[in-house]
């Protein structure tokens, strides 16, 4: 650039504020160039234009033409004609907002008369010279939003999900390549797709794994429980063909199935027993979502019903009362977040909440992070500030609330049966008859005595009036759009965004015109729109990461531009299309998994494949994993004979709403029960011991991908915790109580049911010596002190 072309932008400024017109007088119309020229320009100039102008750009807005005011910056336009309470610029110079404020020094305020002026301007019109190009320069966004959005449109996860071919790999012979017949190890399209990745990289999948390993492994998985020892016993000599079809097909219609895959869900949805926060209270009948999660997935629901009914449950047609019911306890997932419920700003509270809303849903669902996008625009992905606030305006026009006043309440909706509600109504009716008789009795001068016979018999009756059973979950508000709120802040409001879908994603759709509904129900159908390109590649990864330990993408909650990018995209593609066309079902999904040969693969480490590939990305071996805290917990109890399968509701000390802590705070929860973990008691801010040492999930925010560490109080807890060792005694009366076992028949069936397998010589040899050693210790301890061992050993706590 030539030395002079550095002045360019000076000599502009110069001619936009230079000779302005003579002072206007008090009479000047605020919409005529006169009153721009007298009033306004100066204004801009003396306040503004020093960090907004041809030199500086804070924020990339300048106010030194009349194009570039109204293009505004990166909050959006600086003004917005005729309508100044919407004008960004208005709201800066007011400096209602520490963040906004203009100027920033609070000394430096512009005068009264001064923001009357740019009031009165905006709200005629906004009337400026040359306004050649303002039309088009309205008609634009953020010059950086709009060439991310046309950028964003190419990324990997907005592109239409098309079924792929599914590939027909072959080994390739050439040098360096892996040399085997690709058709011994392909079971089902998941297996070609794999195959045909690792045949790319030099490597090939593992022998499979021996039968023990695999029927552990596939039960764990899909029930979270581990194979008792008759049913090992009956796998390992049942060699017909059909064998492991049976045995999938059992576990998938077991109630254990959707208590295992049930608690992955709501790791999703950030369930919890309780509110956490400031005020950390009984969520007293989330537990009754918790259930109808677990049933959804027994039963098999389409995935796009289970999404459906979470978030617009009340607005669905139903065919009976269990059903209504069923609908609106799935909406808990939209109230189960924690909230400030003594938050003093009650508009600052219910956008809050709103936020948490947008958020969750995002993550959960699309694996977006739309939350990003309240204050700004999204830095990474193309998600805009209209995009949020078109969706708050869904959930604003949602009613969550049942009071926004200290202690706030959230709303709860009655499901009671037909039953439930005839015998309120008759109690409420017989109530009503007494009190009309003691009236009666009143008036005609009855005995005391009479008088008081009848209120003890009203005071009974309203002590034992039914309460009809409800639970947490939302119905519908006020329906209204929602103005941007710049930064974030409610008290600094901008234009009004129709409600409506990120245009990114918005696959034709106009924008909710429902102006009955808050516009749940056209969101559910936008999410389960077979073109939408997350919902379906979402859940399958999540179903996929639950197995493997890893996601095809392994960001399971994020498939923005800062996520990871699928290890193999047209296996995820496959099986998002697979999903769809089998009606959204969840179980063919896990079928097809559990059936494949690389789910089934051994997971011995070769040490070739590793160098090649050691974080296992192209699934070459079957990864070994450490069981989750539940899945300790149920195993432990299962193993040992102390596990009670029957269903749970709610385990809570306290009654809804009421306090989990007292002044000393002392949280009074107990984990005692013998059910299973799914059923124990999730409290925000005080996790049980147990749960918190093996990475149970933040029960405040969406986790679909938890972690797994190894640390030294994992291992202590094992050896020394009251659980561990009631359940190794436990274990031992079970195994010495045993019609014709002798010590190595009872070593045998300890590793049947620890393991889910028999023991090697060597290791059953190994037991009997110290069984046989002589002390003061007794022969029962000897055996409680052998289980405890092989319960803290890694057989017990991995998956192989």
């Not at 917005?80 to 963040?99: F, G, K, N």
């Not at 764990?220 to 049976?246: C, H, K």
């Not at 028949?745 to 290791?763: C, D, K, N, S």
């Not at 289980?787 to 890694?794: E, F, L, M, T, V």
């Amino acid at each position: 650039m030539k030395p002079s072309h550095l002045y360019i932008p000076a000599l502009l400024a110069f001619c936009f504020f230079c000779d302005p017109s003579p002072t206007a007088n008090a009479q000047t119309p605020a919409g005529s160039v006169e009153f721009f020229e007298s009033r306004i320009r100066p204004l801009l100039h003396e306040h503004c234009v020093s960090c907004h102008g041809p030199e500086k750009q804070e924020g990339d807005l300048r106010l030194d033409t009349p194009v570039a005011i109204l293009k505004g910056g990166d909050t959006g336009a600086a003004i917005t004609p005729r309508e100044s309470s919407a004008s960004l610029i208005v709201a800066a110079v007011r400096q209602l907002d520490v963040a906004l404020q203009m100027p920033p020094e609070p000394a430096k305020k512009l005068s009264d008369r001064e923001i009357a002026d740019l009031v009165a301007w905006i709200d005629a019109g906004a009337i400026m010279p040359d306004l050649d190009g303002i039309d088009s320069a309205m008609s634009k966004r953020s010059p950086r939003f709009s060439d991310r959005l046309e950028k964003g449109k190419g990324h990997w996860s907005f592109q239409p999900i098309v079924r792929p071919a599914i590939p027909m790999p072959t080994a390739d012979t050439t040098e360096g390549k892996a040399d085997f017949s690709a058709l011994e190890v392909i079971r089902n399209p998941i297996d070609a797709f794999v195959l045909q990745t690792q045949i790319q990289q030099a490597l090939s999948i593992n022998e499979a794994a021996d039968r023990s390993s695999w029927l552990r492994r596939v039960t764990i998985g899909l029930t979270g429980l581990p194979p008792t020892a008759e049913e090992l016993e009956g796998f390992l000599s049942d060699r017909s063909a059909d064998a492991v079809d049976r045995v999938i097909d059992r576990l998938l219609s077991s109630a254990q199935y959707g208590e295992r895959w049930g608690r992955f869900w709501l790791d999703v949805v950030r369930y919890s027993d309780s509110n956490g926060l400031d005020e950390n209270i009984a969520h007293g009948t989330a537990w009754r979502y918790r259930n109808y999660v677990i049933d959804s997935l027994n039963e098999d629901k389409p995935y796009s019903d289970f999404l459906s009914e979470q978030i617009a449950g009340d607005l669905l047609p139903y065919s009976g009362r269990e059903q209504r019911n069923s609908q609106l306890t799935a909406t808990a997932f939209l109230t189960l977040g924690p909230k400030v419920l003594a938050e003093v700003d009650e508009k600052k509270m219910e956008m809050d909440i709103v936020d948490e809303q947008i958020d969750t849903l995002g993550k959960a669902f699309l694996a977006i992070t739309l939350g990003c996008a309240r204050c700004h625009d999204h830095k990474f992905d193309p998600i805009s500030t209209e995009d949020y606030y078109g969706l708050a305006g869904v959930f604003k026009s949602t009613h969550t609330m049942e009071s926004f006043t200290k202690i706030a309440k959230w709303h709860e909706n009655v499901i009671a049966s037909e039953q439930q509600e005839s015998e309120l109504a008759n109690k409420q009716a017989e109530l009503s008859a007494l009190k009309t008789r003691l009236e009666e009795l009143t008036k005609q001068s009855a005995t005391e005595a009479e008088k008081q016979s009848l209120t003890a018999k009203i005071e009974q009756l309203q002590k034992s009036m039914p309460v009809l059973p409800t639970v947490m979950g939302v119905r519908e508000g006020e329906v209204q759009d929602v103005p941007v709120h710049v930064r974030g802040s409610h008290l600094v409001l901008a234009s009004k965004v129709e409600r409506r879908f990120p245009e990114v994603l918005s696959l034709d759709r106009k924008p909710i015109g429902n102006a009955t509904q808050s516009g749940r129900l056209e969101l559910t159908r936008w999410m389960t729109d077979p073109r939408n390109p997350l919902t379906a590649r979402v859940i399958v990864n999540r179903l996929w990461r639950w197995h493997f330990g890893r996601g095809l993408v392994a960001s399971t909650d994020n498939f923005g531009e800062l996520g990871e990018k699928p290890s193999h995209p047209e296996l995820l593609d496959w099986l998002a299309c697979e999903l769809i066309d089998s009606g959204w079902s969840i179980k063919h999904i896990q079928r097809l998994i559990v059936t494949s040969a690389t789910y089934g693969q051994s997971s011995r480490i070769d040490e070739a494949k590793n160098n090649v590939d050691p974080e296992n990305r192209y699934l070459w071996r079957f990864p070994v994993r450490r069981l989750e805290a539940e899945a300790i917990r149920d195993t432990l109890l299962a193993s040992c004979g102390q596990l009670d399968r029957a269903r749970g509701t709610s385990l809570l000390h306290v009654g809804n709403r009421e306090f989990l802590f007292d002044h000393t705070s002392i949280d009074k929860t107990k984990y005692d029960s013998p059910l299973r973990s799914i059923y124990l008691p999730v409290i925000r801010n005080h996790l049980y011991d147990l749960f918190d040492l093996f990475d149970y999930s933040d029960a405040a925010t969406v986790q679909g991908d938890r972690g797994s560490t190894t640390v030294a109080p994992q291992a202590l807890f094992m050896l020394n915790s009251a659980l561990v060792h009631d359940a190794a005694a436990n274990l031992v009366k079970e195994l010495l109580k045993q019609p014709g076992l002798d010590d190595k028949g009872r070593v045998q069936r300890m590793f049947a049911l620890l393991y889910g397998r028999y023991p090697t010589e060597g290791e059953s040899e190994t037991m009997l010596k110290f069984l046989d050693k002589s002390g003061d210790v007794s022969r029962e301890q000897r055996w409680i002190h052998l289980c405890q061992a092989a319960i803290a050993s890694n057989d017990f706590l991995y998956v192989r």
